[in-house]
């Protein structure tokens, strides 16, 4: 059973510039959230897709966007970076176990991203 | 709103002691779940439990233990007898009923265990 997992690891854009992030859901898995860690912080939700729809977005302004493919693998698009936006994302994927909350996630090892 | 506390930014303790780690909570639905996850230094977020707000029984997992309280909003973790691979950031997490279903994450513990 692979897990989660994420590429590129580590990349510099400079401000303005456009990022994509992929993600590759664990066996069985047909749900994928993403989550932007800042440095020395928690992670925050981004956005959950599920039948590759988005199906729930946290504070997060439309230049972060988001794909599902058939597959169930994920993309994270950002455009017109910023400084802030250096941080670590995480994509996780789960079952969807209805509207409980119980899904347990399982994360990948995140995309290092540093806005200069 | 969902909020998750945790006041101890960093702990250190030498190998074989005990620790606990806090985790207070904050949420208006009756039906929650709350998480432990821990993030080493490769990045990834490892599950740890999951509890449910109906199930306040304490649990025993080998050297790791929970004690989750309703009355006081909290879910503190504890290590027994810490062993350096402890050695991580400790995340607590809440979800609730709804769309998304995401997690509200602290903002983590350090734990640095010395030998």
């Known amino acids: 059973e692979t897990g989660v997992t994420q590429s590129p690891t580590h990349l510099i854009k400079t401000r303005g510039q456009q990022v994509?992030?992929?993600c590759s859901s664990q066996s069985g898995h047909n749900t994928v959230s993403w989550y932007q860690q800042a440095l020395g912080q928690?992670?925050?939700?981004?956005?959950?897709y599920y039948r590759e729809e988005e199906n729930g977005r946290g504070n997060f302004p439309p230049r972060f966007s988001g794909l599902q493919f058939p597959n169930y693998s994920s993309e994270l698009n950002v455009n017109a970076l910023e400084l802030d936006d250096s941080a670590l994302y995480l994509c996780a994927s789960s079952t969807r176990l209805g509207a409980t909350?119980?899904?347990?996630?399982t994360f990948g090892a995140g995309s290092r991203l540093t806005v200069l | 709103a969902q909020k998750v506390t945790q006041a101890q930014t960093e702990i250190s303790v030498v190998e074989k002691e005990d620790v606990t780690l806090d985790c207070v909570y904050e949420t208006r639905d009756t039906t929650y779940y709350l998480f432990w996850y821990k993030q080493p230094p490769s990045g990834e977020l490892v599950f740890l439990i999951r509890r449910n707000?109906?199930?306040?029984?304490?649990?025993i997992s080998g050297r790791y233990s929970w004690n989750f309280q309703k009355s006081t909003s909290s879910f503190n973790f504890t290590i027994?007898?810490?062993q350096v691979v402890d050695s991580a950031v400790y995340f607590c997490a809440l979800s609730v009923s709804g769309s998304a279903r995401q997690l509200t994450f602290g903002s983590g513990t350090q734990l640095t265990?010395?030998?």
């Open chain 1, 42 to 48: 928690g992670p925050q939700f981004i956005f959950q």
């Open chain 1, 101 to 105: 909350g119980a899904n347990v996630l």
């Open chain 1, 20 to 22: 994509t992030l992929r």
């Open chain 2, 113 to 115: 265990v010395l030998p």
């Open chain 2, 80 to 82: 027994t007898a810490s």
């Open chain 2, 53 to 59: 707000s109906f199930d306040e029984q304490n649990e």
